[in-house]
């Protein structure tokens, strides 16, 4: 079993930055494919960013050039930096790997980016 916590959520506003963080527990963190999602009110959930354990980093289109994944795997954490923030970003940004074919999430850290 994955235990995730975020982190870093909070009110921004429009253009500015923030950084959210993940941990995981447990071991083997390294050959996690972890992703960063976000649901806004009365949408589905989205990809935003995956990282996967050799490196290669995927983003949305929507997000592209203003997010950026990374991971530290001493740590056992992963890092999605929000640069040039909008409304439209808004929402609840949540954490996610799958291990033995298991999804695991975390709670999820609200993201308010004020106009």
């Known amino acids: 079993q994955v235990q995730l916590v975020e982190s870093g959520g909070g009110v921004v506003q429009a253009g500015g930055s923030l950084r959210l963080s993940c941990t995981a527990s447990?071991?083997?963190?390294?050959?996690?494919?972890m992703g960063w999602y976000r649901q806004a009110p009365g949408k589905l959930r989205e990809l935003v960013a995956q990282?996967?354990?050799?490196?290669?980093?995927n983003y949305a289109d929507s997000v592209k050039g203003r997010f950026t994944i990374s991971r530290d795997n001493a740590k056992n954490a992963v890092y999605l930096q929000m640069n040039s923030l909008q409304p439209e970003d808004t929402a609840v940004y949540y954490c996610k790997t799958t291990k033995l074919g298991f999804d695991y999430w975390g709670q999820g850290t609200q993201v308010t980016v004020s106009s």
């Open positions: 447990g071991n083997g963190f390294a050959m996690y494919r």
């Open positions: 990282i996967i354990p050799g490196g290669t980093r």
